[in-house]
């Protein structure tokens, strides 16, 4: 699921101002862009791959694996005296990692919006490290209260942890019959339950389409309405999976042909994609010169949006052809490439298959303003 500048948004405003699906000009240039669905990113999820992935069954629940942990912190390029920001805490993997190769001057400043990655921060007594209760589409404004303008190096590990799919409180997962929530934090906003409740049938059926790119979207939608007003309000995890698969006439094999609705429906109900929208141009803006920007994203809507940003920033000069312009007052770039995208390793799949899906993007801030 980018912003920042002056008028860097906070928890409440995004929390209040929900985005749809065709209202963000650079989500729905993304869209747009869209070409042949990659099956094995788009149902895919932050630090796990399926929401009912058979594969990760022996996986202990509640248990977390950091994806690309050292090749994520490897990027960052750590100075030992730096400020280093971990936009999606989780588990703490990636910022004990960065811990340990700071110096006694360095600081590290985490950012979750989750309670339960907030309790299990309190693990990490550290002077160096603080953790804000926050959207990483806060940062600018959480780290100016700080005193904190520039940082060199910003980490953010998109999507959700394997604890909150393994919990099936949170509503997650298709595995359990459990309350429709879906919150990432569940302490502010309205669950999945609540959109379902409220929705029109069009509205559903954009938000399936667009952020799970689900053919079956409109039968779905028209299902799931058809259900809510029957009378029989949709609040369990249970009873959408077995509306949609109601639905779904053809779906991949092994696959539960719920996978994009719930992904899509997480998406929307935590306004993943406009989060991410609203925090590149913080980025940005809060790097210093030689700062690094490392980001880790599981399915391709997200990593979409990263890619075109970085693009963008790198290669400023859409002047028209043959503009008279001298070439040094040609834009330059803000932003740099470093090394090519970065997958999990065939060891690290293999050890954990819910990383199979996970792209690192890095990139480098410039010296230009």
Do not use: W
């Not at 999820?45 to 694996?65: A, K, W």
């Not at 394997?162 to 459990?178: H, K, L, M, N, T």
């Not at 309350?179 to 059926?205: H, I, N, W, Y």
């Amino acid at each position: 699921m980018i912003k920042g500048v002056n008028g860097a948004p906070n928890k409440a405003l995004l929390s209040a101002k929900k985005v749809s699906p065709k209202s963000a000009s650079l989500i729905d240039a993304l869209m747009l862009e869209k070409s042949t669905p990659d099956v094995s990113n788009l149902i895919s999820n932050s630090n796990t791959n399926l929401v009912n992935d058979s594969s990760s069954e022996s996986f202990t629940t509640n248990s977390h694996v950091t994806v690309l942990l050292d090749e994520a912190v490897q990027a960052l390029a750590i100075k030992p005296d730096g400020i280093y920001v971990d936009g999606t805490f989780g588990r703490g993997g990636h910022s004990k990692k960065i811990l340990e190769q700071l110096g006694a001057n360095g600081r590290l400043i985490a950012f979750d919006r989750d309670l339960s990655a907030i309790e299990s921060s309190k693990a990490i007594a550290d002077a160096r490290f603080s953790i804000v209760h926050s959207h990483f589409a806060g940062m600018q404004a959480e780290l100016a209260d700080m005193g904190i303008s520039k940082v060199d190096g910003i980490l953010l590990d998109l999507g959700i942890s394997s604890p909150q799919i393994d919990e099936a409180s949170r509503g997650f997962s298709f595995r359990y019959d459990a309350p429709l929530d879906m919150r990432m934090d569940q302490s502010s906003g309205k669950t999945a339950a609540d959109f379902l409740a409220s929705t029109t049938e069009q509205v559903l059926a954009e938000v399936i389409k667009n952020y799970g790119e689900e053919r079956f979207a409109k039968q779905i939608a028209r299902a799931i309405i058809a259900e809510r007003n029957d009378g029989r309000a949709i609040t369990t995890t249970g009873q959408l999976t077995k509306i949609v698969a109601g639905a779904v006439t053809r779906f991949e094999p092994g696959q539960n042909p719920a996978t994009r609705t719930f992904q899509a429906l997480r998406i929307h109900v935590n306004q993943e994609l406009e989060e991410l929208a609203l925090t590149m141009p913080q980025c940005l803006a809060l790097l210093a010169p030689q700062g690094r920007l490392a980001v880790i994203s599981f399915h391709s809507l997200e990593d979409r949006i990263v890619k075109q940003f970085v693009r963008d920033q790198a290669n400023r000069d859409d002047l028209p052809a043959n503009f008279p312009v001298r070439a040094a007052e040609l834009p330059q770039p803000k932003l740099t490439g470093v090394g090519k995208t970065i997958k999990p390793s065939a060891k690290e799949v293999k050890h954990n298959p819910r990383s199979r899906s996970a792209v690192l993007r890095v990139a480098e801030r410039t010296s230009v303003i």
